[in-house]
């Protein structure tokens, strides 16, 4: 079994250090870089979009994962590819024609994903299964980090598992909110291949970073 991504999410970094904060994560063993574009119309917050991106963008070579809580999303997705998004994560709630949204991610070069809000049904994910790399399964309703983790997703994740196997296509399985020591290996158990991790990564500064990464990765403290 390949071990599971750890995305940090650099909604609970430093903003004022960014470039710094990203280059400590990636010491630190994280495998993806986890990126909130807020809107403050999508979600109750607001973060940032693709000038910033783009000014991150050397500062690692680690792959961002780009997780758009914005509507809408479509004139938006060359700005993201050029800024230097590999994965880019839409919710499908965010416009009308989320199969179309999809396309124009993949022709722009970067790899589609879709998010499930914890009132998302994972039977959405159905008629576009050919054509994602992975699905986001949010565990807590998407605007904050530090919330807690919402139990009744594990069941939704299991599901994917499901469909994911059965499609015998390579989809990344993500979960996204309030994952912790003790709710990561629960997500992992159920089907999970990657995890995003904001608050608990973040915690205590740039030494404790390895550690807390560590934490997530139950199979490798083995
Ligand atoms: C929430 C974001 C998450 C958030 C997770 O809307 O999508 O990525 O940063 O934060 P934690 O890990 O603190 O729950
Ligand atoms: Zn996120």
Redesign the pocket.
């Known amino acids: 079994m390949k071990p599971v991504l750890i995305s940090p999410?650099i909604?609970?970094a430093d903003f004022a250090k960014l470039g710094e904060e990203i280059r400590a994560i990636d010491a630190a063993g994280a495998d993806m870089i986890?990126v909130?574009v807020?809107d403050g119309h999508f979600?109750p917050n607001l973060t940032f979009g693709p000038p910033v991106i783009e000014k991150l963008r050397p500062h690692t070579k680690k792959l961002f994962d780009v997780?758009l809580?914005i509507a809408p999303v479509d004139p938006f997705i060359q700005d993201f590819a050029k800024a230097g998004a590999d994965i880019l994560t839409v919710h499908p709630e965010a416009g009308a024609h989320l199969h179309r949204t999809i396309q124009a991610i993949r022709a722009a070069g970067m790899r589609p994903g879709v998010a499930l809000n914890p009132g998302t049904p994972a039977s959405v994910i159905e008629p576009v299964i050919g054509d994602i790399d992975l699905v986001l399964v949010?565990s807590?309703n998407?605007?904050?980090?530090?919330?807690s983790f919402i139990e009744s997703q594990l069941r939704k994740v299991e599901q994917l598992r499901r469909m994911i196997d059965a499609s015998g296509r390579d989809i990344i399985l993500e979960i996204?909110?309030?994952?912790n020591a003790e709710t990561a290996p629960r997500a992992i158990a159920a089907g999970v291949t990657a995890i995003?991790?904001?608050?608990?990564v973040f915690k205590g500064g740039p030494d404790a970073y390895a550690a807390n990464i560590r934490a997530l990765r139950p199979q490798v403290n083995a």
Do not use: R
């Open positions: 999410s909604l609970s986890h909130d807020m979600v997780h809580m949010m807590v998407p605007g904050f980090g530090g919330q996204d909110g309030g994952l995003v991790a904001g608050s608990a």
